[in-house]
């Protein structure tokens, strides 16, 4: 069986570049992942970062202990969270729980920083 023209032709022209457009085409790959991941992190600005450090251990501190360990609300431990699902505890920051002291944070805080607000705290980076 006949390979299809187009294959045949990708294929040749990869094996023909040089050492140094190959290393060329890596470093711009490279690149390209490195961007991607920067933009995602990039979501919540480095400003509005310290902010939300500083709101976690001042206004959630103030219910769940000021080292997340608890007080009025649970653990927000790396240890007590970890088999948690993400969904919800992103959904009880914004929603909060009804017929609980729970506040909804939605309106104060937009969904990227919830998310990236539970991400810091399975990463236990508080
Ligand atoms: C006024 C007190 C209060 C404040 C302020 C507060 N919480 Fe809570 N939180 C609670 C209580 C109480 C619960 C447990 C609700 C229940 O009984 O289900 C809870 C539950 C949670 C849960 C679910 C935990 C679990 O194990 O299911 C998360 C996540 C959470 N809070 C995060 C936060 C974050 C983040 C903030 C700050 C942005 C915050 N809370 C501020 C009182 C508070």
């Not at 600005?45 to 609300?73: E, F, N, Y």
């Not at 992103?90 to 998310?115: A, C, D, Q, W």
Request: proline letters at 6%; charged letters at 20%; hydrophobic letters at 40%.
């Amino acid at each position: 069986m006949q390979k299809p023209a187009s294959l045949v032709c990708i294929n040749k022209s990869f094996f023909r570049i040089g050492t140094h457009q190959r290393f060329f085409q890596t470093g711009l790959l490279i690149l390209l992942l490195l961007g991607l991941q920067f933009r995602v992190e990039a979501e919540v600005p480095v400003a509005r970062q310290d902010v939300l450090r500083h709101m976690l251990k001042q206004d959630c501190g103030s219910c769940h202990g000021l080292t997340l360990k608890g007080g009025l609300g649970p653990a927000l431990t790396v240890n007590e969270i970890a088999n948690k699902p993400r969904q919800l505890l992103r959904s009880t920051i914004l929603n909060g729980r009804p017929g609980t002291p729970m506040p909804p944070f939605r309106g104060m805080l937009t969904e990227e920083e919830v998310h990236w607000l539970v991400e810091l705290l399975y990463k236990g980076d508080v």
